[in-house]
């Protein structure tokens, strides 16, 4: 009967647990900024951070992440990868597809020793996106 009690509260939390995961997580922006390749295929600078007030939905119900800038960018969601967590960084990848068929690497990086700093990539293979973001 022990054991019974156990597994009927382990249900509910676990049930809890997933009603949780599956609510749309939203992140506001505060700048951005990109690199982009050069002619011998390396990577440029990153350019200076400019400010914006751009709202971030991820729904992994949905799969699909939607970054709501001047022109809407939508990401089908194909795969999710492997989360990384250290002493240093948090990093949740997901494989997408965007709004026009290509594909894309989209990183959600918390700097745990930069007083858990977020960021938002947008990773293609010519040019990449960073935002800065926070919870909405």
Same mark, same amino acid.
């Given at each position: 009967?022990?054991?019974?009690?156990?597994?009927?509260?382990?249900?509910?939390?676990?049930?809890?647990?997933?009603?949780?995961?599956?609510?749309?997580?939203?992140?506001?922006?505060?700048?951005?900024?990109?690199?982009?390749?050069?002619?011998?295929?390396?990577?440029?600078?990153?350019?200076?951070?400019?400010?914006? !007030?751009?709202?971030?939905?991820?729904?992994?119900?949905?799969?699909?992440?939607?970054? =709501?800038?001047?022109?809407?960018?939508?990401?089908?969601?194909?795969? #999710?990868?492997?989360?990384?967590?250290?002493?240093?960084?948090?990093?949740?990848?997901?494989?997408?597809?965007? =709004?026009?068929?290509?594909?894309?690497?989209?990183?959600?990086?918390?700097?745990?020793?930069?007083? =858990?700093?977020?960021?938002?990539?947008?990773?293609?293979?010519?040019?990449?996106?960073?935002? !800065?973001? #926070?919870?909405?």
């Amino acid at each position: 009967m022990k054991y019974f009690k156990i597994l009927i509260v382990l249900f509910i939390l676990g049930t809890g647990f997933q009603k949780a995961y599956s609510q749309p997580i939203r992140f506001k922006t505060s700048s951005v900024s990109f690199t982009d390749k050069d002619e011998k295929g390396s990577w440029n600078e990153w350019s200076d951070f400019v400010k914006t !007030n751009v709202l971030i939905t991820v729904d992994a119900k949905k799969n699909l992440i939607v970054v =709501n800038s001047a022109e809407v960018q939508s990401f089908k969601i194909k795969s #999710y990868g492997e989360i990384q967590d250290n002493d240093e960084v948090n990093i949740v990848p997901f494989e997408c597809v965007d =709004n026009k068929f290509s594909k894309c690497t989209i990183f959600i990086i918390t700097k745990k020793k930069e007083n =858990n700093r977020m960021q938002f990539y947008i990773n293609y293979n010519e040019v990449k996106f960073v935002y !800065n973001i #926070y919870n909405d």
